[in-house]
């Protein structure tokens, strides 16, 4: 060992008792020439999925779980209950004439009903009904509770920022006294007074920065995407995409994730883009494939109706399809944008 790396290893022993060490045997892993995410691509084909919520089902009750959810967990991050490193995927099941308890968290949260008609979730007196490929927000600190009063099971994918709130050492939940919260509004009063390019002369925010709206029917989202494919130029990248808006603002649903629907149509082969904002995806409609690269290496994701993806920050993703599908996804971006970090490449 030389005279130098004596001194430095000495320099490092006599100070560690002090809670010090030196920058300059990290400051490659601190500042990366480029994001180098710990997270992995991950598919959960929900086939394979679906007889763990029906056994779910049979070993616990909607009110003994508070939520039965079955936590898609980042295969590089099992254990911390993460899809990404900020960001929380779940596929929830609710049993027809269960109740899952009213309680409220100041992590946002967002539903994407998957498969079953006729579930509800209630948010601060106001109830939606849940139809497939509907998109339903719980703002922050707002009462919620679910319940069932079909005759089917409905599932839908659980998206949180707690992850992201865990790193803040932010989180705090309360019970509720009552398991179903007092209905107090008539069901889509929220749409009524936001969704149609209006808004109260008074009390426009009534959720600070979430959106007034509750829910987004997916047949006015699908709607748009098939007519947009029929009228307007195709992105080479995305096929046709939408983010979803808080009409209040114009930005984001919610302050802590961004909300996407696109439609690829039939032969789409699309290019590569990577982001900053890692995403989760919910397959809605059709079939398609998705290839993802990252530092690791290539995957390729053949997914169909139902099917749930994750691609991880600053993996280059791109998506092709034969038949034609609908996406749903949700990322982090808005968090990004506020902070002035977010950066997109689109691939030639």
């Known amino acids: 060992m030389t005279n130098t790396a004596a001194l430095r290893q000495q320099l490092y022993q006599d100070m560690s008792p002090l809670n010090l060490t030196p920058l300059w045997e990290v400051l490659h892993a601190l500042v990366p020439p480029q994001p180098s995410s710990p997270c992995v691509p991950a598919l959960w084909k929900y086939e394979q999925i679906k007889p763990f919520l029906k056994r779910a089902g049979e070993a616990i009750t909607a009110e003994e779980a508070v939520r039965r959810v079955l936590i898609l967990e980042n295969p590089a991050l099992r254990g911390q209950s993460a899809v990404t490193q900020s960001l929380y995927a779940g596929l929830q099941l609710i049993l027809p004439g269960e109740v899952a308890p009213s309680h409220r968290h100041t992590q946002s949260a967002l539903r994407f ?43 839908w994918l659980d998206g949180l920022d707690i992850p992201m709130i865990r790193f ?74 939408l983010r979803y808006i808080n ?43 998705a290839y993802i ?39 982090d971006r808005p968090v990004h944008q506020a902070l002035g970090i977010h950066q997109e490449e689109r691939i030639p």
């Open 247 to 289: 009409p209040a603002t114009g930005g984001s649903p919610m302050p802590t994730m961004a909300t996407f629907m696109q439609r690829l149509p039939a032969r789409f082969d699309g290019k590569s883009c990577r982001q900053t904002d890692g995403a989760v995806y919910s397959v809605v409609e059709g079939a398609g494939t």
């Open 113 to 155: 009903i998957v498969e079953g008609t006729g579930a509800y979730t209630a948010v601060d007196g106001e109830r939606s009904t849940m139809h497939p490929g509907d998109f339903i927000i719980t703002p922050s600190w707002t009462w919620h509770d679910h319940g069932n009063e079909s005759t089917e099971p409905v599932v």
């Open 293 to 331: 690269d990252g530092p690791a290496g290539s995957v390729r994701f053949d997914f169909e109706a139902r099917d749930h993806f994750v691609v991880p920050s600053w993996h280059a993703l791109r998506l092709a399809s034969i038949a034609g599908c609908v996406l749903f996804s949700y990322s």
């Open 168 to 241: 803040f050492d932010a989180g705090f939940a309360q019970n509720d006294i009552a398991k179903s919260q007092t209905v107090a509004r008539a069901e889509g009063s929220s749409f009524a007074r936001y969704g149609h390019n209006m808004a109260p002369v008074r009390g426009d925010a009534p959720f600070g920065a979430t959106s007034p709206i509750f829910s987004y029917p997916y047949e006015r989202s699908r709607e748009a995407l098939y007519q947009l494919e029929r009228d307007a130029a195709m992105d080479p990248w995305d096929g046709v995409k």
